[in-house]
């Protein structure tokens, strides 16, 4: 099955900076890769996703990119925000519409 | 659009008995549901695929006499954990997906406490 690998687990920027996060996926078959935010307490919510037939992806501040060759994708926000504080997932798609997630990474943004 | 709502947001219960969730698609017939579990600081640990109509599939590990899904619709599936134990105390939330099939949208979680 689809392992998800998630890096790095805690990451903190200061305001204004950007935060990247990586994921690594093992099953080269999987073509949809999403990234959710979940804030303390909250259902996570879809950010910003990317299929397999693009390579680069942006939505204002939030960006994901894609390799597939090497199985990684990224996420990058920029001019981060005291807001962007949250726990941030990645997935990728194991076939039958399933997600497995990577294991989270903390971002706090400090002001 | 793609509003997905679950009920109770927080449920506390006896050892021994049986908790039903119930996890709702409002704007759109979710054709898959998911259910997953989440433990305190970590990830989303799936328990079990349900399509409307049919039996649900448990991911391994996962008992499915103890976790009863039920999808009888494309807008509701239930989850009903029988014998609730404190081990089961935990963060459940429900996701589904129609249409745009990868993509899931997700319920606000029921807290469980099992005292």
């Known amino acids: 099955g689809e392992n998800v690998e998630q890096h790095p687990s805690t990451l903190s920027v200061q305001e204004g900076d950007s935060a990247v996060i990586k994921c690594t996926y093992s099953d080269s078959a999987s073509n949809y890769f999403p990234w959710y935010k979940q804030e303390l307490g909250k259902r996570p919510q879809l950010i910003i996703d990317i299929r397999s037939n693009v390579g680069e992806k942006k939505d204002q501040r939030i960006a994901v990119t894609l390799n597939k060759t090497a199985k990684h994708f990224s996420l990058h926000i920029t001019e981060t925000q005291p807001e962007d504080s949250a726990v941030y997932f990645c997935a990728a798609d194991g076939g039958g519409n399933m997600l497995t997630f990577g294991g989270g990474t903390r971002l706090m943004v400090k002001p | 659009g793609a509003v997905v709502s679950q009920h109770p947001s927080r449920v506390i219960c006896k050892s021994g008995t049986s908790v039903k969730i119930e996890c709702r698609s409002l704007d759109f017939q979710a054709t898959t549901m998911f259910w997953y579990r989440q433990f305190p600081k970590q990830s989303l640990m799936l328990m079990a695929t349900s399509n409307e109509g049919s039996k649900a599939t448990y991911e391994q590990g996962v008992e499915k006499d103890k976790f009863l899904i039920n999808h009888a619709s494309l807008t509701l599936s239930t989850l009903t954990v029988t014998s609730a134990h404190p081990e089961d105390s935990s963060f459940y939330i429900c996701?589904?997906?129609?249409?745009?099939?990868?993509?899931?949208?997700f319920g606000p979680g029921t807290r469980l406490l099992v005292l």
């Open positions: 996701s589904a997906s129609g249409g745009q099939k990868e993509t899931q949208y």
